[in-house]
């Protein structure tokens, strides 16, 4: 009888699965959406008010997406003045809705990565995943290692489609 042969283990294809980068750190949101006055504007009074008097204490060690889903025009000092709250409880102080806030998260670890052990390789990135990857995330580890990668793939090692190939 034959043996078996793993051909995909052998074949010096190096993995990477962004899922395996997802920070398990709790996800909060600020939107100033429910502060505006007459769904238009920010009073600044009001506002301070608010701050002053709000438990940010719910916000503690969370990844905190400070942004306005209403169609107004938001004051810089008002991201600014939230923020300056925000410290001191929150982890990760963004500006900017959920989405674009887990964007910048994978931008930040993927540019942390060390080239270096992906130098010459073989990658294949993992499409699959059972946690929310952005889209983003993947063209970022793109642009990060195909400088120094011999080749990237996308999908299962057994089933690749081609992205990159160092001529």
């Known amino acids: ?5 793993n051909k995909v283990a052998k074949s010096g294809l190096v993995t990477i699965n962004l899922e395996e980068f997802y920070p398990e750190v709790k996800r909060m949101n600020f939107d100033l959406k429910d502060l505006l006055w007459q769904g238009l ?4 009074k009001d506002f301070r008010t608010f701050l002053k008097e ?3 204490s719910v916000y503690k060690d969370a990844y905190v997406a400070v942004y306005c889903s209403a169609d107004a025009i938001i004051p810089h000092w008002a991201f600014m003045l ?10 990760r102080i963004h500006i900017g809705s959920p989405s674009e806030m887990e964007s910048a998260i994978f931008r930040d670890i993927i540019f942390s990565l060390d080239k270096n052990q992906y130098a010459d390789q073989r990658l294949v990135i993992k499409g699959c ?9 993947y063209a970022d580890l793109v642009t990060y290692l195909q400088p120094v990668a011999k080749s990237i793939m996308f999908g299962e090692p057994c089933s690749t489609v081609p992205v990159f190939k160092k001529s």
Not at 1 to 5: A, C, G, S, Y
């Open 129 to 137: 995943a059972d946690k929310e990857v952005p889209s983003s995330a």
């Open 1 to 5: 009888m034959d043996e078996i042969v």
């Open 82 to 91: 939230v923020s300056s709250c925000l410290i001191g409880f929150a982890k």
């Open 54 to 56: 709000h438990d940010w």
């Open 41 to 44: 504007a920010l009073k600044e």
